[in-house]
């Protein structure tokens, strides 16, 4: 079994660069690896870096919120 190393992270473009974003997860159940990042931060960051992502287990999802702040 090859090691394809980590998934790619998951960018949300089309934010104010210069605005703050919070990321809060609303989906219920157990909860994977996957955690929101503690603080808010800048649309440029979630834009162009992202924010890393476990792998999906089979049927399964993960639902996020993202809120502006400033």
Known sequence: ???LGP???FRI???TP???YTVARLDPGPRPAYE???GPLSGAALAGI???VPPP???TTTIVHLRRTA
């Open 36 to 38: 929101p990042p503690p």
């Open 57 to 59: 287990a089979p049927l």
């Open 18 to 20: 210069a605005g703050r």
């Open 13 to 15: 473009p089309g934010l």
């Open 1 to 3: 079994m090859a090691v």
């Open 7 to 9: 998934p790619p992270a």
């Open 50 to 52: 992202g924010r890393p």
